[in-house]
């Protein structure tokens, strides 16, 4: 008489299963560790990357939200200082005849920064009243502590 045993595939599926449970486990446990030995370097590593962009936005924002016209003009890429009249005075006339000269405050709502340009998109309350949404287009024209200047700066209603 031959003894027949019960077919083991339910424990093939079972063992399957949890060698694949097994292995997405060690991901995340490799992965927090990664973060924990490296100090969080890897996610610091992006963040670093784009602060030197969004620190030029931020100069350039701040400056003309303080009448800071110098300032504002040395931020900006050589073809822009064409397009504001070739100086700081020049640039602070543009400003006023379009009304962006009177900011009361002014955050970024979104940030895409590549290798050597990017956008800053944001808000910008004006003293007359009313927010206005405003584009601030980056380039990395060369060298030094930040290489980052405006090339293009674009205001239209919210």
């Known amino acids: 008489m031959a003894t027949t045993f019960p077919r083991s595939g339910g424990n093939r599926n079972r063992t399957i299963l949890f060698v694949v449970i097994g292995l997405v486990a060690a991901c995340l446990i490799c992965s927090v560790a990664a973060v924990v030995i490296t100090g969080?370097?890897?996610?610091?590593?992006?963040v670093s990357l784009l602060k030197p962009a969004t620190d030029a936005g931020t100069s350039f924002m701040d400056a003309v939200q303080k009448s800071d016209y110098s300032a504002a003009y040395a931020s900006v890429t050589p073809d822009q200082q064409t397009t504001y009249g070739g100086s700081a005075e020049a640039m602070q006339s543009y400003f006023k005849d379009k009304g962006w000269d009177a900011i009361t405050k002014w955050k970024f709502t979104?940030?895409?920064?590549?290798?050597?340009g990017g956008v800053l998109k944001g808000e910008m309350t004006l003293t007359a009243g009313g927010v206005a949404n405003f584009e601030a287009d980056l380039q990395s024209v060369g060298t030094g502590a930040n290489p980052w200047r405006v090339s293009q700066f674009t205001v239209g209603p919210q």
């Open 40 to 46: 969080g370097a890897a996610i610091g590593l992006g």
């Open 110 to 116: 979104n940030i895409n920064i590549q290798s050597n």
